[in-house]
T-cell receptor
């Protein structure tokens, strides 16, 4: 089944403790992206990648890092999480810019 | 930066009613996408629009690419309880070219009363 898989689905962590949310897609898509969703703000793009080793900032990149060492994987790294990063995170992929992204099921992160 | 503004923010309707929502921007877009998010899930693409004036249907859903290229509309006919969810418009900002950049509106939350 074609899908975007992200893990974990739920995560509670403490301020300052580094964490990684994994994302993998099995559709051989060139483009991948991370979004966060907050009530009333819609989906805001954190980072995106156009191919292996090619990444760029979205609208809200502060406090996040990404890497794209392989085509199928695009992990999101929070080096020092803070409570304002409590949110619902989505990973997504697409085959080219003409098409919409296919989204994963989300990771609900709580930073206390 | 460029923004997409969706209206209304929320709707509470009776089953069987038709629904209309829109998405506007102060900037021109060359592509409009409409997504639906079911509770607890990621957004799913419903309709993609690529030309000004284009009208595209997907079952009971119909979306239009505004002729000014600054707006788009989504209509749902004869709503049913499973139409409940959040509807998002999205588009690549002007000048984003072939990058992965895609911005979303704030969403319209739809509730349907059986």
């Amino acid at each position: 089944e074609a899908q975007v898989t992200q893990n974990p689905r739920y995560l509670i962590t403490v301020t300052g403790k580094k964490l990684t949310v994994t994302c993998s897609q099995n559709m051989n898509h060139e483009y991948m992206s991370w979004y966060r969703q907050d009530p009333g703000l819609g989906l805001r793009q954190i980072y995106y990648s156009m191919n292996v080793e090619v990444t760029d900032k979205g609208d809200v990149p502060e406090g996040y890092k990404v890497s794209r060492k392989e085509k199928r994987n695009f992990p999101l790294i929070l080096e020092s999480p803070s409570p304002n990063q409590t949110s619902l995170y989505f990973c997504a992929s697409r085959r080219d810019p003409l098409y919409g992204y296919t989204f994963g099921s989300g990771t609900r992160l709580t930073v206390v | 930066g460029q923004q997409l503004n969706q209206s209304p923010q929320s709707m509470f309707i009776q089953e069987g009613e038709d629904v209309s929502m829109n998405c506007t921007s102060s900037s021109i877009f060359n592509t409009w996408l409409w997504y639906k998010q079911d509770p607890g899930e990621g957004p799913v693409l419903l309709i993609a629009l690529y030309k000004a004036g284009e009208l595209t249907s997907n079952g009971r859903l119909t979306a239009q690419f505004g002729i000014t290229r600054k707006d788009s509309f989504l209509n749902i006919s004869a709503s049913i309880p499973s139409d409940v969810g959040i509807y998002f418009c999205a588009g690549p900002p002007r000048g984003s070219g072939n990058t992965g950049k895609l911005i979303f509106g704030q969403g319209t939350t739809l509730q349907v009363k059986p």
